[in-house]
């Protein structure tokens, strides 16, 4: 799939989503939550549907990653261990007067319309002065103040001795922790990963965009452990060739946004990244855009800089999607050597290392850290599949069948006797074969088509009088084309097989014509 992005603007984005049932405000009935969101039943199936994608591709289909579920709130310990006690938050500027409060790289981005990113406090106060800017008509006072982003919460009954505990700002460090147990149980060696998928909580200073930045969110993570002494056979030529868009640091240090085509290889040889970074680069890029549909040019890596990069961070590159917003982060994939696993060794005095057969050495894992929020993966899979086709006189949404909200619908040309029951037969074995199908008798079956149209459904299958009655088309039911419109009529007792065939691209609809 390869099309320009449907110019969709954040707030017709969040209108669909609310009409359809995919996303709303939490809360909605008492004026929302600012930065939380509740799922309807259309996100919650997409949300899901995205994330057992990644799970199929990353988990049950690889032997060197395994997965785990740390809880959400853990021994204190753990973010003081990882700094984000200490550093985890964001530049805060608060106005003189109404004592607004403003996340400072966000304020610089917009007025100035360069990157905020990598700016530091000393840059962006000296921005401020320069360019004498002020909110609203008013001064900002100065110097920048540090805001901890980690949302506190206390355990135990016992007031004046209760504990602090946070929820967590990501789930990455429940991994490292844990990285001794899993390694052993699930009998990996090096070089292998853990990942998981669960809630994060940040208490962002300004939510906004919608789901791109929530106070509540999810997050898919990997850990991916090896030893740096060891060269990879992950890096393949395919992928040392695989050619992507890049934002260079160096471009963003001198204040501009040009991208350049690179192929992976050229980034290992200029030394930005290691070839373990740049595999998964590539093994993320690829998913992105073959697995999940996403077209190359709507998709960026963007190398970060040198203030940017965080202490523990030996290189860091994003993986951009090109939102209506522009483009903006979807994904980390960040090196972050031994940092935090050394770190929980001096903090829990826990031998953190492991035996490396390939150097018959003990050794504490680098690692390679992807990382991605699952909301502003769905605002991506919606803007790229979103089309107001005006030929139809409905919206479209094309998204890849395995991760369709349903990958079916079930439409009786009447309700009555015999088509009604014969569908529901038909519905009733595509939910026992577990395919996600949607029954609806109500309406013209234009209006079906439509409606389904708008879901990204990509199959409507119908049942008609033609089904029921003597003739060539004895015992058969169309089934109709999402994005072609196109229709073929099949046995019904085939039609449970060829759905679940077209679901996995074994194939394609124009074979079945
Ligand atoms: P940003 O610079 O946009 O604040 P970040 O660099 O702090 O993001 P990371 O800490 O690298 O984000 O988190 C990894 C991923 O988690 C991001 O790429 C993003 O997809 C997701 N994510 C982070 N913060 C939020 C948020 N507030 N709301 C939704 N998703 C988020």
């Given at each position: 799939m390869s099309k320009e992005v449907q110019k969709l603007n954040l707030e017709e984005l969040a209108t669909f989503c609310k009409k359809k049932g995919f996303v709303f405000q939490a809360a909605e009935i008492y004026g929302g939550f600012a930065g939380f969101f509740d799922f309807g039943p259309l996100g919650v199936e997409l949300k899901n549907n995205l994330k057992q994608l990644y799970w199929r591709e990353f988990v049950h289909k690889r032997d060197d990653i395994v997965g785990q579920d740390g809880s959400i709130i853990t021994n204190p310990k753990v973010w003081e261990a990882s700094g984000h006690v200490a550093t985890f938050g964001d530049m805060l500027l608060t106005t003189k007067d109404t004592k607004t409060k403003l996340r400072a790289d966000h304020f610089i981005e917009d007025e100035l319309n360069i990157a905020g990113d990598a700016l530091g406090p000393k840059e962006i106060e000296d921005l401020i002065v320069k360019n004498n800017l002020k909110y609203n008509g008013e001064?900002?006072?100065?110097?920048?103040?540090?805001?901890?982003?980690?949302?506190?919460?206390?355990?135990?009954?016992?007031?004046?001795k209760q504990s602090k505990a946070y929820l967590r700002p990501e789930t990455a460090q429940s991994i490292f922790p844990n990285f001794k147990s899993v390694a052993e149980t699930s009998r990996q060696t090096l070089p292998f990963g853990i990942t998981q998928i669960g809630k994060a909580y940040r208490n962002e200073i300004s939510p906004r965009d919608f789901v791109f930045r929530c106070r509540e969110f999810e997050q898919i993570e990997m850990e991916y452990f090896f030893n740096p002494e060891v060269e990879t056979e992950l890096f393949t030529k395919e992928l040392e060739e695989l050619k992507v868009q890049v934002l260079l640091a160096e471009t963003q240090d001198n204040g501009k946004s040009d991208m350049v085509e690179k192929t992976l290889g050229q980034l290992v040889e200029e030394n930005r990244i290691n070839q373990i970074h740049a595999y998964w680069l590539g093994t993320f890029f690829n998913f992105f855009n073959k697995s999940v549909g996403l077209s190359w040019e709507n998709l960026r890596i963007r190398e970060h800089t040198k203030t940017e990069l965080s202490h523990y961070s030996q290189a860091t590159m994003d993986i951009d999607y090109k939102y209506s917003m522009g483009y903006k982060e979807m994904m980390g994939l960040a090196y972050r050597g031994n940092y935090d696993l050394s770190k929980h060794q001096e903090y829990s005095k826990t031998k953190m290392e492991v035996f490396d057969e390939a150097t018959k050495s003990k050794v504490i894992p680098h690692v390679i850290e992807p990382s991605f929020g699952v909301e502003r993966f769905m605002m991506a899979v919606i803007y790229e599949s979103y089309t107001d086709d005006k030929e139809r006189g409905n919206v479209v949404l094309s998204v890849k069948p395995s991760i369709a909200p349903y990958k079916v619908a079930v439409l009786p040309l009447v309700k009555k006797d015999p088509i009604g029951p014969k569908a529901k037969e038909i519905?009733?074995?595509?939910?026992?074969?577990?395919i996600q199908a949607f029954y609806d008798e109500s309406g013209s079956v234009g209006k079906r088509y439509a409606r389904q149209d708008e879901i990204g459904t990509p199959y409507c299958i119908t049942i008609d009088y033609e089904t029921i009655e003597e003739g060539e088309n004895k015992g058969t039911v169309t089934i109709r084309d999402r994005d072609s419109t196109n229709q073929v009529r099949v046995k019904v007792e085939e039609v449970s097989q060829i759905i679940r065939n077209l679901i996995r691209e074994k194939i394609k609809f124009e074979d079945l014509q």
């Amino acid at each position: 799939m390869s099309k320009e992005v449907q110019k969709l603007n954040l707030e017709e984005l969040a209108t669909f989503c609310k009409k359809k049932g995919f996303v709303f405000q939490a809360a909605e009935i008492y004026g929302g939550f600012a930065g939380f969101f509740d799922f309807g039943p259309l996100g919650v199936e997409l949300k899901n549907n995205l994330k057992q994608l990644y799970w199929r591709e990353f988990v049950h289909k690889r032997d060197d990653i395994v997965g785990q579920d740390g809880s959400i709130i853990t021994n204190p310990k753990v973010w003081e261990a990882s700094g984000h006690v200490a550093t985890f938050g964001d530049m805060l500027l608060t106005t003189k007067d109404t004592k607004t409060k403003l996340r400072a790289d966000h304020f610089i981005e917009d007025e100035l319309n360069i990157a905020g990113d990598a700016l530091g406090p000393k840059e962006i106060e000296d921005l401020i002065v320069k360019n004498n800017l002020k909110y609203n008509g008013e001064d900002f006072e100065l110097p920048i103040q540090f805001f901890s982003g980690m949302l506190q919460t206390q355990i135990g009954a016992d007031v004046t001795k209760q504990s602090k505990a946070y929820l967590r700002p990501e789930t990455a460090q429940s991994i490292f922790p844990n990285f001794k147990s899993v390694a052993e149980t699930s009998r990996q060696t090096l070089p292998f990963g853990i990942t998981q998928i669960g809630k994060a909580y940040r208490n962002e200073i300004s939510p906004r965009d919608f789901v791109f930045r929530c106070r509540e969110f999810e997050q898919i993570e990997m850990e991916y452990f090896f030893n740096p002494e060891v060269e990879t056979e992950l890096f393949t030529k395919e992928l040392e060739e695989l050619k992507v868009q890049v934002l260079l640091a160096e471009t963003q240090d001198n204040g501009k946004s040009d991208m350049v085509e690179k192929t992976l290889g050229q980034l290992v040889e200029e030394n930005r990244i290691n070839q373990i970074h740049a595999y998964w680069l590539g093994t993320f890029f690829n998913f992105f855009n073959k697995s999940v549909g996403l077209s190359w040019e709507n998709l960026r890596i963007r190398e970060h800089t040198k203030t940017e990069l965080s202490h523990y961070s030996q290189a860091t590159m994003d993986i951009d999607y090109k939102y209506s917003m522009g483009y903006k982060e979807m994904m980390g994939l960040a090196y972050r050597g031994n940092y935090d696993l050394s770190k929980h060794q001096e903090y829990s005095k826990t031998k953190m290392e492991v035996f490396d057969e390939a150097t018959k050495s003990k050794v504490i894992p680098h690692v390679i850290e992807p990382s991605f929020g699952v909301e502003r993966f769905m605002m991506a899979v919606i803007y790229e599949s979103y089309t107001d086709d005006k030929e139809r006189g409905n919206v479209v949404l094309s998204v890849k069948p395995s991760i369709a909200p349903y990958k079916v619908a079930v439409l009786p040309l009447v309700k009555k006797d015999p088509i009604g029951p014969k569908a529901k037969e038909i519905y009733d074995e595509l939910i026992d074969e577990d395919i996600q199908a949607f029954y609806d008798e109500s309406g013209s079956v234009g209006k079906r088509y439509a409606r389904q149209d708008e879901i990204g459904t990509p199959y409507c299958i119908t049942i008609d009088y033609e089904t029921i009655e003597e003739g060539e088309n004895k015992g058969t039911v169309t089934i109709r084309d999402r994005d072609s419109t196109n229709q073929v009529r099949v046995k019904v007792e085939e039609v449970s097989q060829i759905i679940r065939n077209l679901i996995r691209e074994k194939i394609k609809f124009e074979d079945l014509q």
